[in-house]
C-alpha cells in the first residue's frame, strides 16, 4: 500500500507555492509563524485547515504545519517516516485529507470586486502549469516507494493492482477535491452536475479523470488476471464496473437531490447576511447623505464626493486610510482637506511604511500644503504624490491655480515658512516650493527614513 | 476625420450619459457607431462597426473587458480605452496588462475623456496619476503582479522619471518641458511603460516585435 499520498514529504517544501507565494504570507514557507488560513481573527477555537495555497498534494501537511506552529518541512518528513515505517503516515494523511475543511477558499476581496468576479463581469482566475515540478517528484517517488515494497515483499505480491488502484482513487478524489463546493454551483448559483465532476472544466480534469478510471480499470484487469485467464478478468471486469454503475444510478439522483438542497440552503443564507451587510452600508452611507443633501442642497458636490470616496474605498478596497502608516495618513489627511474646502484632492502613493514620529512632520507638511492649496490656488483639485523608497519619503503636493511669487512673500507670513519649510528643516528634512504666477504651485518635501526603520 | 469610437459598459444609463456627453464635447472630433452590453455583443459589434476606439468598461458580463481584448479582431487597428468605476490595482493593472492603452475611472469629465479617446486613437497611452502610481508599484514590486519577466520588469530611469511626474499630476505637455524633452519623446516613453507591462516574457515580446514586423 504505498502510493502518492504518501509523497509530498518527499519533494522539499516551498517551491510549488511559490507562483501564489508573494501574495500570500503564511504556511509555504518553512519557519513562518503560525498564519491559518482563516482562524486569524474568528473568535472561538482554532481550527485546522487544509492550505490550498501551499499543497502540493492534498494541502494537509502544510495547513497541519500552520496549525501547529512548525516549519512545514518537518511535517512532510513526519509523514514520509512514518509512511515508509508501516504506513501509518499514508492513512493519517489520507484521513486528514477527507476530514479537513479546505482553507481559505473563501478569499475575501472588496466587495465590488467579489461582486464582480461572482457576476463573471471579471476575467477568471488563470491557472498556470507552475507545478509540473511536483508532480513528476511524486510520481517517481512513487513508482520507487512500489519497486521498494516489491523488494521486501516479493516480487509479484498484490502490489501493483493495489498500488494502481489507489493511484486512480487518489487522482478521481483529488478532482472531486479541486471541484470544491463552490464551485461546484454554476453562474446561477444551482449546482451543476457537469461542474460538480469536472470542476472548472480544462483539459488537465479530463485528463485527470481518465487517468483515475484508466488506473482503475487497469488496476481491476490486473488484479483478475492473476486468477487466470483473460476472459475471467474481461467477465470480472465488466462485472465490476456494472456493478459500480449500477450502484450509481440508484444513489446518484438522491445524492444530487441532498447536494443541491444543501446548496441551496446555505447559499441563502449567505445571501441573507450579505444583504443584511449592504442594507447597513447603505444605510450608514448613501441614504444618510441622501437625506442630508435633501436638507442643504448647498453641500451637495462635498457630500457627494465624499460618499464617492467612502464608497469606493469600501468596494474597492486597497487604500486603507487609518493613522498607521504613511499613506494611509495622507489618504486620510486628503479626505479631510476634501470635506472642510470642498476640493478633490487626488492621493497617488507609490510604496508604503509604518508612520513613526520622524515622518509625521512630512505629514503635517503636505497637510499645510494642501489646505493652502485648496485655499488660495483656486482651482477644484489638487494632486499628492508620495513616494516611500527604502531610504526616504517624498511627498509632492501640486496644483494648478493662480501660484505666487515665492520670493515675494513677506516674512509674516508664517504658513508656507513656518509649517513647511522650517517644519521640514527641523526634522531633518527639506522642502522645496516651486511656483510662479499662473503656472500652479508645486511643495516637494524630502524626509529620510531612521536607518533601522528602513 | 472624427475618431469612430464603440461604448462597452452594461448599464443602460451610464452609456447613454457617456454617448451624450461625448456628442456635447466632442462634437466632430469623436463619432460613436456603435454601443454593446456584454462580452458577446461587444465582440460582434467592434467586428461590424470596426472602430478606432473603444471605451471599454473593466467589470462586465461575460468574463470582463479584457475578455473583450481577448476575442476582439484580431489584426484590427482598434485601440481600448478602459473605463471603469473601479479603481483597484488588480484591475487596473489587469486591465493594461490585457491590452487597454489607457484607463481612465468614470469620474472623469467629457472634455478630458475626449482628450484621452484622441490620444489613444493617435497611438498613445493614456496614464491618469493613479494609474501610473499603479504601475510604478508593479515594478517596485509592490504588487504582485505575477510572472512579470525579470529582465522586462525593469523600467529605464527615465521611464521612471516620467511616470514619477505623470504621477504628481503633471500634464504630457509639463513633463516634457520639466525633463528638457519633447512631447513625443514623453510619449515614446509611456508606449515602452505600456508595452513592458502587457508582456510577461521574452517569448511574449518575439512575438509582439514580429507581429509589428520588427524582426
Redesign the interface.
Known amino acids: 500500500m504505498r502510493s502518492t499520498p504518501t509523497a509530498p514529504a518527499g519533494t522539499p517544501a516551498p517551491p510549488a507555492a511559490a507562483?501564489t507565494g508573494?501574495?500570500q504570507p503564511g504556511a509555504a514557507q518553512p519557519g513562518a509563524p503560525a498564519a491559518a488560513p482563516t482562524a486569524g481573527a474568528a473568535p472561538g477555537p482554532r481550527r485546522a485547515y487544509r492550505d490550498l495555497d501551499g499543497q502540493i498534494v492534498g494541502g494537509v501537511a502544510s495547513g497541519l504545519a500552520a496549525h501547529l506552529a512548525v516549519p512545514v518541512l518537518w511535517v512532510r518528513i513526519a509523514f514520509i517516516v512514518s509512511a515508509v515505517l508501516g504506513g501509518a503516515g499514508i492513512a493519517f494523511y489520507a484521513g486528514l485529507w477527507v476530514f479537513l475543511p479546505a482553507g481559505s477558499q473563501f478569499e475575501s476581496a472588496?466587495p465590488?470586486?467579489e461582486s464582480?468576479t461572482r457576476?463573471?463581469?471579471?476575467?477568471?482566475r488563470?491557472r498556470?502549469l507552475g507545478d509540473i515540478g511536483p508532480v513528476m517528484a511524486l510520481g517517481a517517488l512513487g513508482i520507487g516507494l512500489v519497486f521498494a515494497a516489491e523488494s521486501v515483499f516479493g516480487q509479484g505480491a498484490l502490489i501493483w493492482p493495489i498500488a494502481i488502484g489507489v493511484a486512480g482513487v487518489a487522482l478521481l478524489w483529488r478532482q472531486a477535491d479541486e471541484a470544491q463546493r463552490e464551485r461546484w454551483l454554476d453562474a446561477t448559483g444551482r449546482v451543476d452536475p457537469a461542474r460538480v465532476v469536472l470542476g472548472d472544466g480544462g483539459w488537465a480534469s479530463y485528463c485527470r479523470i481518465a487517468a483515475g478510471l484508466g488506473l482503475m480499470v487497469t488496476a481491476l484487469v490486473l488484479l483478475a488476471l492473476r486468477g487466470g485467464s483473460w476472459s475471467l478478468a474481461r467477465d470480472v471486469t465488466i462485472a465490476v464496473i456494472l456493478g459500480i454503475g449500477g450502484i450509481a444510478i440508484v444513489v446518484g439522483p438522491w445524492i444530487y437531490r441532498l447536494t443541491t438542497e444543501l446548496a441551496d440552503e446555505r447559499s441563502e443564507r449567505v445571501r441573507t447576511q450579505e444583504r443584511a451587510d449592504v442594507a447597513a452600508h447603505l444605510h450608514d452611507s448613501v441614504l444618510q447623505t441622501l437625506a442630508l443633501i435633501q436638507k442643504s442642497p448647498a453641500d451637495a458636490v462635498r457630500l457627494a464626493r465624499a460618499q464617492?470616496r467612502d464608497l469606493?474605498s469600501w468596494?474597492?478596497?486597497?487604500d486603507t486610510t487609518n493613522d498607521t502608516t504613511i499613506a494611509g495618513a495622507l489618504r486620510a489627511m486628503a479626505a479631510e482637506v476634501e470635506d472642510h474646502w470642498g476640493v478633490m484632492v487626488?492621493v497617488?502613493?507609490?510604496?508604503?511604511c509604518d508612520l513613526t514620529e520622524t515622518l509625521r512632520p512630512a505629514v503635517a507638511a503636505a497637510r499645510e500644503a494642501v489646505t493652502n492649496a485648496a485655499k488660495h490656488a483656486g482651482v477644484p483639485r489638487v494632486?499628492v504624490?508620495a513616494?516611500v523608497t527604502a531610504g526616504a519619503v517624498d511627498v509632492?503636493v501640486?496644483d494648478?491655480g493662480a501660484g505666487f511669487d515665492p520670493d515675494a512673500t513677506p516674512e509674516d507670513r508664517m504658513g508656507v515658512r513656518g509649517s513647511i519649510i522650517d517644519r521640514m528643516q527641523r526634522h531633518g528634512g527639506t522642502a522645496e516650493i516651486r511656483s510662479a504666477p499662473g503656472d500652479g504651485t508645486?511643495v516637494r518635501l524630502h524626509l529620510a527614513r531612521d536607518k533601522e526603520e528602513a | 476625420m472624427s475618431v469612430k469610437v464603440v461604448v462597452v459598459d452594461?448599464h443602460g444609463m451610464f452609456r447613454r450619459g457617456v454617448m451624450a456627453e461625448l456628442a456635447a464635447s466632442g462634437a466632430g472630433v469623436v463619432d460613436v457607431v456603435g454601443e454593446a452590453e456584454d462580452v458577446d455583443t461587444a465582440v460582434s459589434t467592434i467586428a461590424s462597426a470596426a472602430p478606432d476606439v473603444v471605451l471599454l468598461d473593466?467589470?462586465?458580463?461575460?468574463?470582463?473587458g479584457?475578455?473583450v481584448m481577448r476575442r476582439g479582431a484580431p489584426g484590427a487597428d482598434t485601440r481600448y480605452l478602459a473605463l471603469s468605476?473601479?479603481?483597484?490595482?488588480?484591475?487596473v493593472i489587469?486591465t493594461i496588462r490585457?491590452g487597454a492603452r489607457g484607463y481612465v475611472t468614470k469620474?472623469i469629465t467629457g472634455p478630458e475623456l475626449v482628450d484621452a479617446i484622441t490620444r489613444v486613437s493617435e497611438g498613445d497611452a493614456v496614464f491618469s496619476?493613479?494609474l501610473?502610481?499603479f504601475v510604478?508599484?508593479a515594478f517596485?514590486g509592490?504588487i504582485?503582479v505575477?510572472?512579470v519577466d525579470e529582465d522586462l520588469d525593469r523600467l529605464t530611469e527615465r521611464e521612471r522619471e516620467v511616470m514619477?511626474l505623470i504621477?504628481?499630476?503633471?500634464s504630457y505637455k509639463e513633463v516634457a518641458k520639466e525633463l528638457f524633452i519633447s512631447i513625443k519623446t514623453v510619449e515614446t516613453h509611456m508606449s515602452s511603460v505600456l508595452r513592458k507591462l502587457q508582456l510577461s516574457s521574452r517569448h511574449e515580446l518575439t512575438r509582439w516585435a514580429s507581429d509589428r514586423r520588427l524582426l
Do not use: K, N, Q
Open positions: 507562483p508573494a501574495a472588496a465590488g470586486i464582480a457576476g463573471g463581469r471579471r476575467p477568471g488563470i498556470r464617492e469606493r468596494l474597492f478596497d486597497g487626488d497617488v502613493a507609490v510604496g508604503d494632486d504624490y513616494e509632492f501640486r494648478r508645486e | 452594461d473593466v467589470h462586465l458580463p461575460g468574463g470582463g479584457v475578455e468605476v473601479s479603481d483597484a490595482a488588480e484591475d489587469g490585457g469620474t496619476p493613479r501610473a502610481g510604478l508599484d517596485a509592490s504582485d505575477a510572472d514619477r504621477a504628481r499630476g503633471y
